[in-house]
């Protein structure tokens, strides 16, 4: 079985620039999640989506991030414009279930490091 | 907002046994879990433990839950080189999970 498909894997822009970031998840699997993980942290959760509809982006900075799960499948991840503290790894990860619970497991992809000159 | 605090190194001898602590602030969450990152890599799930246990044994994993003290621990018994990574505490709750920051776990010979 395939994992979970991130890339690209490294990204370097300078501030002010836009970046976007993609993620293929396992095939099947409803639930989809970006995480931003800053260096020395734990992941945080962006973005929970349920198919193709949003189901929790209470922590996504919407003045300039946005992502979207067209026909419930991929799902990308965009920064505009990018400041300094959005240097991070930026995560995504899928589940078969749909609840609120997380005990079904988690499937990471590798992750994508973005640095912000 | 939540608050889940780790320490953020442990050194073990090979063979010993591992202990990381987590402590938490709020007292709601359904289920804890733990996870492992290793380099380079995204989380893997190890454990879970529900709310009203204390404990829960899975091979050479033991998670251990304080609710009084809002104390989670993961033991990890013969504690082998492969072992070596970050573990990460969370906590779910109203479809959002928190995560610690981590701790490094290193393995001396």
């Known amino acids: 079985e395939a994992g979970v498909a991130q890339s690209p894997r490294y990204k370097i822009i300078e501030k002010r620039q836009s970046v976007a970031f993609w993620c293929n998840p396992i095939?099947?699997?409803?639930?989809l999640y970006w995480y931003q993980q800053i260096l020395g942290q734990g992941p945080k959760l962006l973005i929970q989506?349920?198919?193709?509809?949003?189901?929790?982006d209470s922590q996504l900075p919407k003045d300039r991030f946005s992502a979207e799960r067209l026909k419930g499948v991929d799902s990308t991840l965009k920064i505009q414009p990018a400041k300094l503290e959005d240097s991070a790894v930026y995560l995504c990860?899928?589940?078969?279930?749909?609840?609120?619970?997380?005990?079904?497991?988690?499937?990471f992809g590798p992750g994508t490091r973005l640095t912000v000159l | 907002g939540e608050d889940v605090e780790q320490s953020l190194f442990l050194s073990v001898r090979e063979g010993d046994s591992s202990v990381i602590n987590c402590t938490y602030t709020d007292s709601s969450s359904t289920y804890l879990y733990w996870y492992k990152q290793e380099p380079g890599a995204g989380l893997q799930l190890l454990t879970y433990?529900?709310?009203?246990?204390d404990m829960k044994q899975d091979q050479r994993l033991t998670v251990l839950l304080n609710k009084k003290d809002k104390h989670l621990s993961l033991r990890i018994a013969d504690t082998q080189t492969g072992d070596s990574a970050i573990y990460f505490c969370a906590l779910s709750g109203a479809s959002k999970i928190i995560f610690g920051s981590g701790t490094r776990l290193s393995i001396r010979p």
């Open positions: 433990i529900f709310s009203n246990m």
């Open positions: 095939s099947g699997h409803a639930t």
């Open positions: 989506f349920q198919n193709n509809g949003v189901v929790d």
């Open positions: 990860a899928s589940r078969t279930g749909t609840s609120g619970t997380f005990t079904d497991t988690q499937y």
